[in-house]
């Protein structure tokens, strides 16, 4: 059975900083992609950031420059990290594989469909 586990989220205030772990357990790790997405309370869920199976890395526009995202193959386990957090990061943070993702052929990195195997999630709380 594949399962999908985050980890690493917590209070923080404005300017800090946070470590989002995820790991996959059963599963060939180096092969497939991975994602990061949000949901803020009464907003819905976005894409933050995704790395595809070669290791190309895909931003959404509100995180660049502060997120960074990377897996280790070996530990199969990918990571957000987080600097300069503002409060409008809070939310709560879900991870998810992608078996065969077919955004670095034209698909949106964006897209839910994408996705294959979800997390539980990780709140991250960010107060000014």
């Known amino acids: 059975q594949v399962t999908v586990a985050e980890s690493g989220g917590g209070s923080v205030q404005a300017g800090g900083s946070l470590r989002l772990s995820c790991v996959v357990s059963?599963?060939?790790?180096?092969?497939?992609?991975m994602g990061w997405f949000r949901q803020a309370p009464g907003k819905e869920r976005e894409a933050v950031a995704a790395?595809?199976?070669?290791?190309?890395?895909n931003y959404a526009d509100s995180v660049k420059g502060r997120f960074t995202i990377s897996k280790d193959n070996a530990k199969n386990t990918a990571f957000l990290q987080m600097i300069r957090l503002k409060s409008e990061d809070t939310a709560m943070y879900y991870c998810a594989t992608a078996w065969a993702p077919r955004w670095p052929y034209g698909a949106s990195w964006h897209d839910e469909s994408e996705y294959n195997l979800w997390g539980q999630g990780t709140q991250v709380t960010v107060s000014s």
């Open positions: 059963g599963y060939t790790f180096s092969t497939y992609g």
């Open positions: 790395i595809d199976g070669d290791g190309t890395t």
